[in-house]
């Protein structure tokens, strides 16, 4: 019997562990800087959390839901984004109240699970950094958001990204429009896609979302939003753009965008990439907007709130394809060489005492002889080694070779154990 992993998941080895540790520290790292805090939900969450507020006739909810029901009935779905969680949260413990200070700023990290259809960049679990920011209803919030989401893509020294912006308006707006809609699609109706046609009435605006390539040139020619907005959601749009202007932020305003999930409201966006990683086809790896009825729906008081989610996977497909845009190391200051049995003891003792002094230190554990020890040194590109045998051990010394220019000076263990970093120093220099 061979196990494998499930369809659509990944094993993130260690050579590849090193470049996500290099983006979420990237992340938490700005982040802080505007001081968003960190919150960590539950991986499941009772199935309602997400068929309730990501729409009835999402795909999400519609097909990609991993949802069972354990052992006491329950029905649980594994999360497939990031908001509905953290909103369940904010409502069950209370973070709307007046003691909390608003807006009330939070980030999350972690897998997602969607049961889709495994390509690149598309998986069945997969893992997102996404921030929220709830409880002021001021279109200078949103733009903050998407102006830190460009900051952090930037960050990783990403610069071909087009931001595509548009506005869901509100209810009064988006009950206008869907009429409109309707009135467009109804004549393509034969035309559209199963999905399309069974969302046409439920849920028109799910029909722009679609991938389906006829779906898409029927919706190309559809009426614009923008067309459709009430003065209020035309003011806060109107904002949205003018502070985007001033902060310099290039965008582009696609009034056919919807999002794959029901809740926004107002401004949406996405952040999108055409690099080489999706043959340059343009490929979003950040998505967000703003939102006004979650944190009623789960049963909190009226509370607006803005945030994005960004794919980790994507993010991490640009940057393979780009050079150097991963500085990834995993250095080695010393590489311990013991010459016979006797020096196991010393030898293990050196490299946690140079562990604890601060730096990396490894040895051997095969009883290699000195040869094989010293290609493990310089394959692991060591900076230094530090060789004992029976003779040095007897007088309590070593020898400390600078690997990169092949300086050798002979350093006491007691100097080694009090402060390697001065005789680092000599050894650099040459005596
Ligand atoms: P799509 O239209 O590509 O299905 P979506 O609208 O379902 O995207 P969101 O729910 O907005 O995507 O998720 C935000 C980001 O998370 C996406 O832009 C993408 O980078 C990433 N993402 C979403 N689904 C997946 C997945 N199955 N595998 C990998 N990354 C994903
Ligand atoms: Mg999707």
């Not at 990501?54 to 097909?63: H, L, M, N, W």
């Not at 003018?242 to 965008?251: A, K, P, R």
Request: hydrophobic share 35%; with cysteine.
């Amino acid at each position: 019997m061979k196990y494998q992993r499930p369809k659509g998941t990944a094993d993130i080895l260690p050579s590849e562990s090193a470049k996500w540790q290099y983006v979420e520290e990237k992340a938490r790292e700005l982040f802080k800087k505007y001081r968003y805090e960190e919150m960590r939900t539950p991986i499941f969450e009772s199935f309602e959390v997400f068929s309730r507020t990501s729409g009835e006739t999402s795909d999400i909810v519609t097909k990609e839901m991993y949802d069972f029901y354990d052992k006491g009935d329950r029905h649980i779905t594994l999360r497939p984004e990031g908001t509905a969680g953290v909103v369940r949260s904010f409502v069950e413990n209370k973070l709307y109240g007046p003691e909390v200070q608003k807006p009330f700023k939070t980030y999350y990290m972690g897998p997602m699970f969607r049961y889709e259809r495994p390509q690149s960049g598309r998986l069945r679990e997969f893992h997102q950094i996404g921030v929220e920011a709830f409880g002021v209803d001021n279109p200078t919030l949103d733009v903050e958001v998407m102006a830190m989401a460009v900051d952090l893509l930037k960050s990783f020294g990403l610069n071909s990204l087009r931001v595509a912006v548009n506005t869901l308006g509100d209810l009064e707006t988006r009950n206008n429009y869907r009429q409109a809609l309707i009135d467009y699609l109804e004549p393509f109706e034969a035309e559209l896609s199963d999905d399309s046609k069974e969302r046409l009435h439920k849920n028109p605006l799910r029909v722009l979302d679609s991938k389906d390539e006829k779906d898409k040139e029927i919706v190309a020619n559809a009426p614009s939003i923008l067309d459709y907005l009430t003065e209020d959601a035309q003011k806060h749009f109107e904002t949205v753009k003018s502070l985007l202007n001033d902060l310099g932020i290039e965008y582009v305003i696609d009034s056919n965008m919807v999002r794959g999930l029901d809740y926004y409201n107002h401004t949406i966006f996405e952040i999108m990439s055409d690099s080489k990683a999706f043959n340059g086809k343009w490929t979003t790896v950040c998505a967000g907007g703003h939102y006004s009825g979650l944190v009623e729906q789960l049963g909190g008081p009226q509370t607006p709130g803005v945030g994005f989610g960004l794919g980790v996977e994507r993010l991490l497909l640009i940057l393979d394809a780009e050079e150097d845009a991963l500085p990834i190391e995993n250095p080695l200051d010393v590489y311990v060489v013991g010459i016979g049995d006797v020096t196991n003891a010393v030898t293990l003792k050196l490299v946690q005492n140079l562990r604890h002094q601060g730096f990396t230190a490894d040895r051997d554990y095969l009883n290699r002889k000195p040869k094989g020890q010293f290609k493990s040194a310089n394959r692991l590109n060591a900076r230094f080694t530090l060789t004992i045998g029976e003779t040095e051990l007897q007088e309590q010394e070593a020898n400390l070779k600078f690997m990169e220019n092949g300086n050798e000076i002979s350093v006491k263990l007691e100097d080694v154990e009090n402060d390697f970093a001065s005789l680092e120093k000599l050894a650099v220099e040459g005596e």
